[in-house]
């Protein structure tokens, strides 16, 4: 069993940075891989970014990459999510989640979830 919780959202505005964390605890949480989504009502969860726990290998959704920059620490058993040049449209609850299969970008890959952030982007 995996648990996961996230935090660090809030209101900001575009162009600033903010960094959310997603704290991970079980015994076999660093065997996964680790997957940023994000959600806005009525849409379907989108994934963000991930990476493979074992390795540090990450990987990026077009719409994010060269701005957000996911990490882990090992020692912590905590995933970051670094999030530069925030637009409005990266308005969204964001989710952690762990999953077995590696370089998976769909949600349904992911087999446990955090409860979510708000990150509220003003214009």
């Known amino acids: 069993q995996v648990q996961l919780v996230e935090s660090g959202g809030g209101l900001m505005q575009a162009g600033n940075s903010v960094r959310l964390s997603c704290a991970a605890s079980?015994?076999?949480?660093?065997?996964?891989?680790m997957g940023w989504f994000r959600q806005v009502p009525g849409k379907e969860r989108e994934f963000v970014a991930g990476?493979?726990?074992?390795?540090?290998?990450?990987y990026y959704a077009e719409s994010v990459r060269g701005r957000f920059t996911t990490s882990r620490d090992n020692v912590m058993a905590t995933v970051y999510l670094q999030m530069n040049s925030l637009k409005p449209e990266d308005t969204a609850v964001y989710y952690c989640a762990a999953g077995r299969s590696f370089g998976r970008t769909g949600a349904a890959d992911y087999d446990y979830w955090g409860q979510g952030t708000q990150v509220t982007v003003s214009s």
């Open positions: 990476i493979i726990w074992s390795s540090g290998t990450t």
């Open positions: 079980g015994r076999t949480v660093r065997r996964y891989a």
